[in-house]
Each structure stands twice: as C-alpha cells, then as structure tokens.
C-alpha cells in the first residue's frame, strides 16, 4: 500500500518482560510497518522508557513514514498500573516502579501517548479488529505463562474504581486450594497458567513420575514453551494430558462464573497455550462453562480462540489511541 504524506497512523506498543513490539498502524487496523527489540527489564527505568521511545521511532522508518504522520501512541503494560496518569505504578517483571510512561513518551516523540493493561489492549484489540468484532460485550482470557483478562461493557474497557478490574487469573475456582504466585489460595492462574503446570510436573519428576518434558526441554524447565506442550500432547504424554486437561476444565468453571455475571456476547480465550492446542482444550472450556452456568444465560454466547495471535496488544493499543484522538471515551 503506497502511504501519501497526509495519511495518518498512530503507533501501537506491546511492553513486555522480554520484549518490546512496536508498529504503525492504519485506523483500519493495517500494520504498516514494525520493530522490536529486547526489553532489559532489570535495567534502570529510564534505560527501559528510551528503549521503547527507541522501538517507536524504528517502526516508523521501518513504515516509510515521518513523524509528521504519526498522531499518538498507544502502550500496553503489565500492570498495576494508573491509565489515567499514564504511569505504572509497579510491575514484579520490569523494573518500573511509579514510572510515567506517557509523559516520558509526550516528551521524546511530540504526540499524544495513551497507556492501559496489556490484557486489556489485548482484550480491546480482538474487540476491534480480531474475535470479537462486532461485540457489545466482550470477555477476554488469555492463558500463557500467567492468567489475564479483560472485561468490555457497552464497547468499553472495564477499569472499574481502582483502574485495575480484569484479574481474572486470580477467579477462585477451589476454596482454599493450591497457593497462588499472589499469595491467596485456589486462584485459576495457580492452576492453569504455565508456571503452575511447570510446578506440577518437577514434582511429579521428582515423585518418579516420567515424562517426554524432561527429553524435550533437556531438564531445563525455561524452556518449555506452547511449542513443546504440543509436542507433549502429540506424544500423548498422560502427565501433560492430565494437567492441560484439568486447566481446560477450571478454565471452564471460571468462564462460567464469569458469564453469570457479566453476561457477555462472547468469550475470546487467548495466549500460548491456546494458539498451540485450541482445538484440544476449547471444547473442555466450552463443555464445563456451560455445566457451571445458568442455561438461560449461556445460551447463544460463542466461547471462542482469538484471532489476532501476538498482534492482539499492539492492535489493541492502536485502536485505543485511534478513539482517544478522537475524543471518545474507551473504558469505565
């Protein structure tokens, strides 16, 4: 697509532990062009915000634009953070800590800058280009390494009083169960996340118990990726089986809860794990939401994998600060 002088884009931002993703994008949802680089996360904050300001300025060359056409920026983080301040208020996987982002990016590159949840813009992302088009009400969870969601009302972001609704990794799915990474008890993300699971299996391992795992990632547990889990699954290894299954299952119960109350038109269920066995483990997430909800409420929602893989954040990000230019509200 030929991109004349007057046409406008915004910048989308992906912030994460590992990585930085950046690229300019078309109020259409066209990714024009992009760039990456690694985050540092244990680096000083100001390294990590010139880093991103970096990454910015490397999509719009890699487009062929000029800053001249760029009017906004769109950040998606993990949080706790502040959306309306544009600042991170702490995060436990980047050394950020009451950081403010938009003023920082305001500053270096002369545009409006706008800053939400990562699962958030994700959640929005699908909303807007990917799954969920067409919603009204949309609930988002993405399973990978931990557990995030996002709730959409009225086509709005649910922030709610503490500007940091949407933990539904952190849904109780067994009263006093398994301990949770945040310190409570029978959370969904101490069951079905990624780093949960890994905790079963090197106990099981340790117990006697075998598995394909230990062949695949050489007894090197950082290295057990959505990649490697369907590798497992191929194998029919019973202990991953087990584990991917009964994710799937409390993955279901939370779903239903939450469908009870929200009431949504659709569910998008995200992330690695999904984008590597969706077809395995959606039905099992389909079948126990609908057991653990009220018919008449589960009746005509679709419980569905999302659409846009790891371009959910910075599309998301994007079409946030599309509608923020414009003047129109984005969340509640």
Known sequence: MSKGQNEKYVIGVD????????????????????????????????????RLVAVCREAVEESKLTMDQICGVGIGSPGPLDPVKGMVIETPNLNLTKAPITDYVNRALGVPAFLDNDVNVGTFGEFVYGAGKGCR??????????????????????????????????????????????GDQGCLEAYASKTAMIKKFQ????????????????????????????????????????????????????????????????????????????????????????????????????IVPAALGDDAGILGAAAITWKRIRGEKVAV
């Open 137 to 182: 009400h949309l609930l988002g969870i993405f399973l990978g390494t931990g557990i995030g969601g996002g709730i959409i009302i009225d086509g709005k972001l649910l922030h709610g009083y503490s500007y940091n609704a949407g933990e539904l990794g952190h849904i109780k799915v067994r009263a006093f169960g398994a301990r949770c990474g945040c």
């Open 15 to 50: 912030l994460g532990g590992t990585k930085i993703l950046a690229a300019a994008v078309s109020e259409s949802g066209e990714i024009v062009g992009r760039a990456k680089k690694k985050t540092h996360a244990d680096r000083p904050a100001e390294e990590i915000l010139e």
């Open 203 to 302: 106990k099981a391992v340790k117990k006697g118990k075998t598995t394909i795992l230990t062949e695949l990632i050489e007894n090197k547990w950082d290295r057990l990726t959505s990649r490697v889990f369907r590798q497992a699954f191929d194998a029919k290894d019973k202990l991953v089986i087990t584990e991917l299954e009964r994710a799937a299952k409390l993955t279901g119960v939370a779903v239903g809860s939450l469908l009870n109350i929200l009431s949504p038109d659709k569910v998008v269920i995200g992330g690695g794990l999904m984008e590597a066995l969706d077809k395995e483990l959606l039905p099992i997430i389909q079948k126990y939401a609908k057991k653990n909800c009220f018919s008449m409420i589960s009746k005509g929602v679709e």
